[in-house]
């Protein structure tokens, strides 16, 4: 009874219900399937995407990166430190401006997302199973314009 009266006296709808809620259980069940490759190769999800990134852009601005792949400057700037540490990037300085930085993908680097990929290939092959490959292509279209909608960049590239 007194949950009824909380919601109805706040006006929302069960939180089991809320966009927010569902996008959160959709993210934690698809990467089930990716964490325990991650894990296995001693790579967090955050330090997976900074490196998936770097593999396709090359050299990219640090503040570009981390509105690129999500992350707040400051935990990325924690990332990036572990990464140069273990040889997978590099880290440098734009000489113009020397509080600028610039962050490229190391051969290590390179090596360890060779090693990954086929792993990663085949979750994403179980994931199309299990939900279909024009069923994934159409929500990635909606999120898309949910993003846009909401005056955001595009999350998934053409």
Same mark, same amino acid.
Not at 48 to 68: F, H, K, P, S, Y
Not at 104 to 124: D, F, M, T, W, Y
């Given at each position: 009874?007194?949950?009824?009266?909380?919601? =109805?006296?706040?006006?929302?709808?069960?939180?089991?219900?809320? *966009?927010? *809620? /569902?996008?959160?259980?959709?993210?934690? =069940?698809?990467?089930? $399937?990716? +964490?325990?490759?991650? $894990?296995?190769?001693?790579?967090?999800?955050?330090?997976? +995407?900074? &490196? $998936?990134?770097?593999?396709?852009?090359?050299?990219?601005?640090?503040?570009? *990166?981390? %509105?690129? @792949?999500? !992350? !707040?400057?400051? =935990?990325?700037? #924690?990332?990036?430190?572990? *990464?140069?540490? +273990?040889? &997978? @990037?590099?880290?440098?300085?734009?000489?113009?401006?020397? #509080?600028?930085?610039?962050? =490229?993908?190391?051969?290590?680097?390179? /090596?360890? @997302?060779?090693?990954?990929?086929?792993?990663?290939? +085949?979750?994403?092959?179980?994931?199309?199973?299990?939900?279909?490959?024009?069923?994934?292509?159409?929500?990635?279209?909606?999120?898309? /314009?949910?993003? %846009?909608?909401?005056?955001?960049?595009?999350?998934? %590239?053409?």
């Amino acid at each position: 009874m007194t949950d009824e009266i909380t919601r =109805s006296a706040i006006g929302l709808g069960p939180y089991t219900q809320s *966009l927010a *809620l /569902a996008l959160l259980r959709t993210r934690e =069940s698809v990467m089930s $399937r990716f +964490r325990p490759i991650l $894990r296995e190769h001693d790579v967090t999800e955050q330090q997976w +995407r900074v &490196l $998936r990134t770097l593999a396709e852009v090359g050299e990219i601005e640090v503040t570009a *990166l981390a %509105e690129r @792949i999500c !992350l !707040l400057p400051s =935990s990325l700037s #924690r990332i990036l430190k572990d *990464l140069v540490a +273990r040889g &997978l @990037i590099q880290r440098r300085s734009v000489v113009e401006d020397l #509080r600028r930085g610039l962050v =490229s993908i190391q051969p290590a680097g390179i /090596a360890l @997302i060779l090693e990954v990929v086929p792993h990663s290939k +085949r979750a994403n092959a179980e994931i199309e199973e299990a939900f279909g490959v024009a069923r994934i292509a159409a929500l990635k279209t909606e999120l898309n /314009a949910l993003a %846009e909608a909401l005056n955001g960049p595009p999350i998934f %590239e053409d």
